[in-house]
């Protein structure tokens, strides 16, 4: 008697540890699609803010070598300006 009664404990046992088991396991892969899903979305966002960088630091980039050949057409104009008054005073 006391063996049936141990086995309807154990059956009763396990039946519990299958439950739990299968309502930690339904937690931990909602928790997971959660985490998931948030990560996607952060990292989208963060795709669009280094988009953004990007397309700025080219708007940067263009601006520089416009100002570089600027300045480097000036310095063109000022040698020949400087090679024709050298010219005129060795002559």
Known sequence: MANKKAKNKS??????????????????????????????????????????????????????QDLVFDALEALKKQIKKGKKRAVAITK
């Open 11 to 64: 059956a009763f046992t396990l039946k519990d540890v299958r439950n739990t088991v299968k309502s930690v396991n339904k937690f931990i892969l909602d928790t997971t699609e959660e985490v998931l899903d948030a990560t996607l979305e952060r990292t989208e966002d963060w795709q669009l803010v280094g988009e953004k960088a990007i397309q700025g630091g080219i708007k940067v980039a263009a601006k520089q």
